[in-house]
T-cell receptor, first 116, second 108 residues
Framework: NAGVTQTPKFQVLKTGQSMTLQCAQD?????MSWYRQDPGMGLRLIHY???????DQGEVPNGYNVSRSTTEDFPLRLLSAAPSQTSVYFCASSYDAGTISTGELFFGEGSRLTVL | QKEVEQDPGPLSVPEGAIVSLNCTYSNSAFQYFMWYRQYSRKGPELLMY????GNKEDGRFTAQVDKSSKYISLFIRDSQPSDSATYLCAMKGNKLVFGAGTILRVKS
């Protein structure tokens, strides 16, 4: 059971480039989300999805797009990378509305992005 | 002012010590309180969660919530070098909010 898998683990981009961070889970979780983690700040929610075909914005959505065509996958797209998007990105999932209502999340190992 | 405040540390203790990690918060709507553990270069993993006020014990770990003071704590008894990690508090009302984390180092 792999859990939540993120790729790539490391990426360096130049300002203005675009890329996609991949996230896949094999736990049949309905809820999936993307967070960014920056020094001195808590995890901040970028986008989330409560099921296939449904996405919504979190706290810091600007500059990012998501889609959810299947239950398993939830890619995060950076449209035009900026140095302010240098961060560690985490994908997290939860079984359903019940467990997300209590804040129980399963995290991937993270994708470390540097934008020059 | 942040909704959740957490001392970043690092907190350095000898093996076997009792560790106390704390968070304060300002939002009275928080009902679920969680502690996540994050090892270096890894994702957070849920350690414990409690609902409303009171204590919850799991092995060497005890989570305590004092809603009247808006204060939560995680106690680790007989701390081990393997407990060295960053500990994130998190709270849920109508949204989930994470603290910035406290770095714990347990020295053997």
């Amino acid at each position: 059971n792999a859990g939540v898998t993120q790729t790539p683990k490391f990426q360096v981009l130049k300002t203005g480039q675009s890329m996609t961070l991949q996230c896949a889970q094999d736990m049949n979780h309905e809820y999936m989300s993307w967070y960014r983690q920056d020094p001195g700040m808590g995890l901040r929610l970028i986008h989330y999805s409560v099921g296939a075909g449904i996405t919504d914005q979190g706290e810091v959505p600007n500059g990012y797009n998501v889609s959810r065509s299947t239950t398993e996958d939830f890619p995060l797209r950076l449209l035009s990378a900026a140095p302010s998007q240098t961060s560690v990105y985490f994908c997290a999932s939860s079984y359903d509305a019940g467990t997300i209502s209590t804040g129980e999340l399963f995290f991937g190992e993270g994708s470390r992005l540097t934008v020059l | 002012q942040k909704e959740v405040e957490q001392d970043p540390g690092p907190l350095s203790v000898p093996e076997g010590a009792i560790v106390s990690l704390n968070c304060t918060y300002s939002n009275s709507a928080f009902q679920y309180f969680m502690w996540y553990r994050q090892y270096s270069r890894k994702g957070p993993e849920l350690l414990m969660y409690t609902y409303s006020s009171g204590n919850k014990e799991d092995g060497r770990f005890t989570a305590q919530v004092d809603k009247s003071s808006k204060y939560i704590s995680l106690f680790i008894r007989d701390s081990q070098p393997s407990d060295s990690a960053t500990y994130l508090c998190a709270m849920k009302g109508n949204k989930l909010v994470f603290g910035a984390g406290t770095i714990l180092r347990v020295k053997s």
